[in-house]
T-cell receptor, first 111, second 113 residues
Framework: GESVGLHLPTLSVQEGDNSIINCAYS??????FIWYKQESGKGPQFIID?????DKRQGQRVTVLLNKTVKHLSLQIAATQPGDSAVYFC??????????FGGGTRLMVKP | DVKVTQSSRYLVKRTGEKVFLECVQD?????MFWYRQDPGLGLRLIYF???????EKGDIPEGYSVSREKKERFSLILESASTNQTSMYLC????????????FGSGTRLTVV
């Protein structure tokens, strides 16, 4: 079936380095994608989104890249900080207003 | 600041108890959702509602029911709690008209003993 998945379940980076979190999706009809951040003991929080008519979108220290050819989504975090330590989820909208979530990648930032 | 508020952060209930998890949103969203989140299994949809008194089963509705008597409130009911329902429960809401993603509550960590 259609699914959203992640390549790396855990990513460990040094403070100050850039982080890249990847996500593969399988539904070519998906037209909207979101990255969420979930800190320990909290609910997921919206980070950044991108529509399928775009390849790149930038926020504050975060960039989302969408490669529709290979159905790949990535989240780049610049100058990773300890506060970035969390689980990151990608999600896709492929049927009306329902999102399908990936399994999550844990980002660990080493001081 | 717009919010989705879940009434309890932590709950401990006994097997067989009837459990109510409450969720309230102040964004006038039509859609509301209940998920459970377990290690290695990600977010799994239990039930959702797209309007008052309307409900739809998600992927894992067994052992649960829901109630939506008012637009802002969506309740998840465990009719007879079991230990395999120990989990993190997340409520979310969204607009029907445009998909901008979901706004999530902080979650309720339920332990059934």
């Amino acid at each position: 079936g259609e699914s959203v998945g992640l390549h790396l379940p855990t990513l460990s980076v040094q403070e100050g380095d850039n982080s890249i979190i990847n996500c593969a999706y399988s539904n070519s009809a998906s037209d909207y994608f979101i990255w969420y951040k979930q800190e320990s003991g909290k609910g997921p929080q919206f980070i950044i989104d991108i529509r399928s008519n775009m390849d790149k979108r930038q926020g504050q220290r975060v960039t989302v890249l969408l490669n529709k050819t290979v159905k790949h989504l990535s989240l780049q975090i610049a100058a990773t900080q300890p506060g970035d330590s969390a689980v990151y989820f990608c999600a896709e909208n492929n049927a009306g207003n329902m999102l399908t979530f990936g399994g999550g990648t844990r980002l660990m930032v080493k001081p | 600041d717009v919010k989705v508020t879940q009434s309890s952060r932590y709950l401990v209930k006994r097997t067989g108890e009837k459990v109510f998890l409450e969720c309230v949103q102040d964004m006038d969203h039509e859609n509301m959702f209940w998920y459970r989140q377990d290690p290695g299994l990600g977010l799994r949809l239990i039930y959702f509602s797209y309007d008052v008194k309307m409900k739809e089963k998600g992927d894992i509705p067994e052992g649960y029911s829901v109630s939506r008597e008012k637009k802002e409130r969506f309740s998840l009911i465990l009719e007879s709690a079991s230990t395999n329902q120990t989990s993190m429960y997340l409520c979310a809401s969204s607009l029907v008209s445009r998909i901008y993603g979901y706004t999530f509550g902080s979650g309720t960590r339920l332990t059934v003993v």
